[in-house]
């Protein structure tokens, strides 16, 4: 079992001196993570899938990463630039990537008894973003008829939420001239009148968007109100959120969440996916000041990840972490 609390004593010191040597006995025992090993010295990669460098995934994935080069050892972890949610499953599915970020409604809805990709937890909630200028017609959902939109960059959950909506309003096919960008694509194609909007999802505040509002009257647009003809086929997935008027400094509405999950490779070691879990917890405040999304995270809140099972490293944590 691994402690949760603090001391300054001298036997806490100890314990965290066999903590240390236990994890790195098993982190020299996995020749799987890292591709050769037949140098012992040689760090154990941890590569990371988040996404865009401007979005919440790769500014919580880059402070995990710092976090785990700077307290485990014999690990290097590595970030790896994604077009997020949907790709990042798949590379961990391909084994070339050991940690990721990816939105619940990316997953199947039955896993199976032995899904290759499991959780370590749920990190925080998604909000879908219709982002236009204060000047647009586009106003609701429907007024997106006939217009050019970017819906989210091939392999994101973006996408994957934007499909169902989008079908869910009658809007799919050619209804909506459709573009997939990127975030950072989408926001430049907005600034130069090159669509009309796009949709992203994204903890908040997602940075780009912020940015945007700042410098470009802006508009999100209401969704509030489809969140419950998407739960007809996801009754465990969509959620409506508020965005307030002080995320953006635009009129508040509300819109589709969508739950993060942090998600391994079934395969990794349970003393690793452990101290993972461990540092991702311990260290919240360390992440909430990546982003403020990583510090929504608590160990109550962490082992909802429904459909998807828990590894049993993290299992092992937090039952370790009940008070």
């Excluded at 790195?24 to 988040?50: F, K, Q, S, W």
């Excluded at 969509?238 to 819109?255: E, F």
């Excluded at 311990?282 to 109550?300: I, N, Q």
């Amino acid at each position: 079992m691994l402690p949760v609390t603090r001391t300054r004593c001298p036997a806490r010191a100890r314990w965290r001196g066999a903590r240390v040597a236990l994890a790195l006995t098993v982190l020299l025992a996995l020749p799987g993570l890292g591709g050769c090993r037949d140098d012992p010295g040689e760090p154990v990669v941890i590569r990371i899938a988040t996404g865009s460098p401007t979005a919440v995934y790769h500014a919580f994935g880059a402070s995990l990463a710092a976090i785990l080069n700077r307290e485990l050892p014999q690990v290097r972890a590595e970030v790896l630039v994604t077009a997020a949610s949907a790709e990042n499953v798949q590379l961990l599915n391909a084994g070339q990537a050991e940690l990721g970020f990816t939105q619940a409604d990316v997953l199947q809805a039955d896993p199976g008894p032995d899904p290759p990709v499991v959780a370590v937890a749920r990190v925080y909630d998604d909000l879908l973003h219709l982002v236009t200028t204060a000047d647009s017609p586009v106003r609701a959902l429907a007024d997106l008829r006939g217009r050019r939109v970017s819906v989210g960059a091939a392999g994101s959950g973006t996408k994957i939420t934007v499909d169902r909506l989008l079908t869910a309003a009658g809007l799919d096919g050619p209804q909506v001239r459709q573009e997939q960008l990127g975030l950072d694509d989408s926001v430049a194609a907005l600034h130069a009148g090159r669509i009309d909007a796009f949709f992203f999802s994204g903890g908040l505040p997602v940075r780009a968007v912020a940015q945007f509002a700042q410098d470009t009257p802006t508009r999100i647009v209401d969704l509030g109100e489809w969140t419950a003809r998407l739960r007809r086929g996801n009754p465990e997935v969509y959620v409506p959120r508020d965005i307030p008027r002080s995320v953006y400094g635009v009129d508040p509405v509300t819109t589709v969440a969508n739950p993060n999950y942090l998600v391994v490779r079934a395969n990794l070691p349970e003393s690793l996916v452990r101290e993972v879990t461990r540092l991702l917890m311990e260290r919240r405040s360390e992440l909430a000041a990546a982003h403020p999304a990583a510090g929504r995270m608590s160990p109550r809140s962490a082992i909802a990840t429904s459909p998807l099972p828990l590894h049993p490293g993290a299992v092992d944590y937090y039952r370790a972490s009940k008070p």
